[in-house]
């Protein structure tokens, strides 16, 4: 392609450190529909012939076809995706194909064929995480009434629903959906016809390119939009945010399998056994979901120390942008689809849960609460009184329900057999009515507003 200044060729290593094809044919569909509305606007605009432009077009479709037909081939020597189509275009068409470069440079060129794909990234991240959020709802709905501990510093804290736990989760997938969908607004703008940085001298209508390509209009400043990733960081942003939530509720998941868990039981599709113990029913999914989360943070690290420093335009650097979005892309992709799986088929086992809610004395919060109701007891004065409860009971060895009206009497005088109405999970979590809380009419409620979010009611 610059035989013209160049009196050598590349050493063996130079073709090696310098090819991207080996990774960025995996952009040759965006980088053929890039080139086609390019050719099509040179046409309209009088900078080619029509003849011209629609022979590149149908060479374009050839190049296509091919593609798809045989994959892309990695030929080390034509460098890149860009590369590579224009050469077997000219293979196809003959010496018209070195037209369809006019006005247009592999700068913006790559990023205008990069932002396209993750457009699509974006768009079929959104549709996954939406599924996930499907699989949420309907097992919250289930499980709106079911008690579980809930837990602050892992330690039994106060009685909360499935159902509402499983609503968090709900809740941060919104906050990424948003975060993917601004990511999208954000990287809208085509950068076609900035050409190598400058811009061009020919009379390119850069709006009619943005159009075609579906972007909301063309990029503002040449040098920043060949040089700018953001659309890619703001992408793995969102992406290791995701992942994160994901690698959250797997960690759940893997405590939850634990035996002296037990709050769930893993689906046979979704665990694997041990080679050598046969008790063994082992999370792998989540612990995978867990350490995907690990790698999606490294490729958006990655990115961000490749981009830092750069001088204004295109350096050879940014070429390395790639392979870390597709493999977060990849890595979140499979998340999403096998922790939707799980949710959707894993066992929980309520009674379990409950068990280990009623524990741990978790509705002690509930009994300094009656006192603040009843009794008209200042709250710190009843978190005290609550503490010496716990410690009687704890000291008895029973819960706080059992604790005897002469026992509560001696604790305190303003305690009677009543409160024990307060004490049972059930009375805790139907109590906590405040907006967001964990009452069954109110879990109840977040999971219709969920339903309506998601188009299901
Ligand atoms: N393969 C290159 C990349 O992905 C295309 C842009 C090359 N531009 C250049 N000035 N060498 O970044």
Known sequence: MWGGRFAEGPAAVMREINASIPFDKRLWQQDIAGSRAHVAMLGAQGIVSPADAAA?????????????????????????????????????????????????????????????????AVDQVDLGLAAFQR??????????????????????????????????????????????????????????????????GFPIDRFATAEALGFDRPTA????????????????????????????LAEE????????YGF?????????????????RNPDAAELVRGHSGRITGCLMALMMTMKGLPLAYSKDMQNDKPPVFEAHDLLALSIAAMTGMIETIAFVPERMRAAA??????????????????????????????????????????????????????DPRLDGRVRAALTVDASVASRQSH??????RVRGAIAEAKQQLGLA
């Open 56 to 120: 590149i077009a149908q060479g374009l479709n050839d190049v296509a076809a091919e593609y798809e037909a045989n994959g892309v081939a990695e030929n080390l020597a034509l460098e890149d995706i860009h590369m590579a189509t224009e050469a077997r275009l000219a293979e196809l068409i003959g010496p018209t194909a070195g037209r369809l470069h006019t006005a247009r440079s592999r700068n913006d060129q790559v990023a205008t064929d990069f932002r396209l794909w993750v457009r699509d």
């Open 135 to 200: 699989a949420l709802v309907g097992r919250a709905d289930e499980h709106a009434a079911s008690v579980m501990p809930g837990f602050t510093h892992l330690q039994v804290a106060q009685p909360v629903t499935l159902g509402h736990h499983l609503m968090a989760y709900y809740e941060m997938v919104r906050r990424d959906r948003s975060r993917f969908a601004a990511a999208r607004g954000r990287l809208n703008e085509c950068p076609l016809g900035s050409a190598a940085l400058a811009g061009t």
């Open 221 to 248: 400043n040449s040098l920043d939009a060949v040089s700018d990733r953001d659309f890619a960081l703001d992408y793995l942003m969102a992406a290791a945010q995701a992942a994160l939530h994901l690698s959250r």
């Open 253 to 260: 998941i893997i405590i939850w399998a634990s035996q002296p």
């Open 264 to 280: 769930v039981r893993l689906p046979d599709a979704y665990s694997t056994g041990s080679s050598i113990m046969p008790q063994k």
């Open 358 to 411: 009623e524990a741990g004395f978790s509705t002690a919060t509930d009994l300094a609460d009656w006192l603040v109701r009843e009794g008209g007891i200042p709250f710190r004065e009843a978190h005290h009184i609550t503490g010496a409860a716990v410690k009687r009971a704890e000291a008895d060895g029973i819960a706080l329900a059992a604790l005897s009206d002469a026992a509560l009497n001696t604790i």
């Open 436 to 441: 967001g809380g964990t009452a069954p009419a």
